[in-house]
């Protein structure tokens, strides 16, 4: 069963950094897509970047493009998701998740981890 650990939030001033981590166990991931996500307070949960594991293929949303990066240890287990030039709309709970690759970027992840929250100051 895939475990997905999240850490690294917390609270940052406006055009600050943070870089959130997910560690990833209980399975091999090759063959696996990797993603984040976040849930702002009264909104959907949205779809901010992915990462394939074997290939490192990449995706972001348009909110987060070119300030947001994702990338992967397999070493470590460990998926990484670097947030340059926050803004207060970055504003959420961010979860990792995990699925078996296929075509969409956006759905069909079916492992989460707990979250974890970033704040950003104005």
């Known amino acids: 069963q895939v475990q997905l650990v999240e850490s690294g939030g917390g609270l940052v001033q406006t055009g600050g950094s943070l870089r959130l981590s997910c560690a990833a166990s209980?399975?091999?991931?090759?063959?696996?897509?990797m993603g984040w996500f976040r849930q702002a307070p009264g909104k959907e949960r949205e779809f901010v970047a992915a990462i394939t594991w074997s290939a490192g293929q990449t995706y972001y949303a348009d909110s987060v493009k070119g300030r947001f990066t994702i990338s992967k240890d397999n070493a470590k287990s460990t998926v990484y998701l670097q947030m340059n030039s926050l803004k207060p709309e970055d504003t959420a709970v961010y979860y990792c998740?995990?699925?078996?690759?296929?075509?969409?970027?956006?759905?069909?992840?079916?492992?989460w981890g707990q979250g974890t929250q970033v704040t950003v100051s104005s």
């Open positions: 209980g399975r091999t991931f090759a063959g696996y897509t």
């Open positions: 998740a995990a699925k078996k690759y296929d075509r969409n970027w956006l759905r069909g992840y079916d492992g």
